[in-house]
Structure formats: C-alpha cells, structure tokens
C-alpha cells in the first residue's frame, strides 16, 4: 500500500496552527472565568435597561447572584450597575430572601435571611436585612427587625433584636 507523500513542514505548520488554536481557545476561556468577579441566574422573567445613568437589571422567580464569595438567593432581585459595568447595589426580596458569605480557609460561612437584603457594593461593603431578619456567624446568632453587617470589619448591628452568643474556637 502506497501513502500519498506529505511535506513535513507543511504537517509541522498545520500542527502548531491547531496547537495555538487549542490552548489559545483554552487560555481566553480561563482569562475570562478569572475575571467573572459577579454572576446571576433567574427562572422566570429577566430585564435590562437604563435609568438615571445606571444600569438595571431585573430578576424574577427563584433568583440567584453572586459576587466573589457572596451568595444571595430570592424570588426577585434588582442589580444596579455604574457605567463601567461594575455592581453598585443589589435589592433582594423573597420568602425569605438569604445571604451567604464563604470566606476563604476553613472558617463556616456567615448567613443571614429576611424579607428584603439590601447589598451594597463597594470598598466599604454592607448587607442589610430588613424584616424578619437573621444573621449567623461563627460564635453569634442574631434576630431582629433589621441587621447591618460591614462585609470588610465583620461590624454587625441591629435593631430590635434577641440572639446567642457560643463560645469561638479560633
């Protein structure tokens, strides 16, 4: 049996060609998951428009979103983004709506849900929890009207509120 003869370097070209295109394709690919600092899902209806110099996209029916290690989960929710497509606010409504946060290490996550979660963005991070509201965190359960936590500080306050306090084992 005869094999038709081929130019090695035109094989060696057409192997590096699809070389560089595979792990071209792959490296993109990981570049971009690298940069995903923020993601959101929704069942039902999703919305996307402009108002007031921000942009709004809004979230329907069994709503999910997260920004780094901060899950939030509800029936509906309002993310807010600057013009440079960086996340402002998100507004979280559900029954209830909840919050987790999983630091990096082996600490447990911090959790919290309530009627409403307001999480702002930012350098200074902050979630709020408006009605009917809990929040766990090693060593500290709390219940109350409304809770603020300072993502950064760990700073928590409340109002109106009942909770345990467990011993920590750092």
Do not use: W
Request: net charge negative; charged share 15%; with cysteine.
């Amino acid at each position: 049996m005869k094999f038709p003869a081929v130019n090695p370097d035109l094989m060696k070209v057409a192997m590096l060609v699809g070389l560089t295109l595979l792990l071209g394709s792959g490296a993109a690919t990981l570049a971009q998951e690298a940069n995903v600092a923020h993601e959101y899902r929704a069942d039902g209806e999703t919305t996307i428009e402009t108002v007031n110099g921000l942009r709004v996209i809004t979230l329907r029916d069994n709503v999910f979103v997260r920004q780094n290690d901060i899950e939030l989960t509800g029936d509906q929710a309002i993310l807010e983004y600057n013009l440079d497509n960086q996340l402002q606010t998100v507004r979280l409504t559900g029954s209830p709506a909840s919050f987790q946060q999983t630091p990096g290490g082996e600490s447990a996550p911090l959790t919290g849900s309530s009627e409403t979660i307001n999480y702002y963005a930012g350098n200074e991070s902050v979630v709020e929890f408006i009605g009917g509201a809990s929040f766990n965190q090693p060593g500290t359960t709390l219940q109350c009207a409304q809770i603020r936590h300072v993502i950064e500080s760990g700073a928590t306050s409340g109002q109106a509120c009942s909770g345990s306090l467990s011993q920590q084992i750092n």
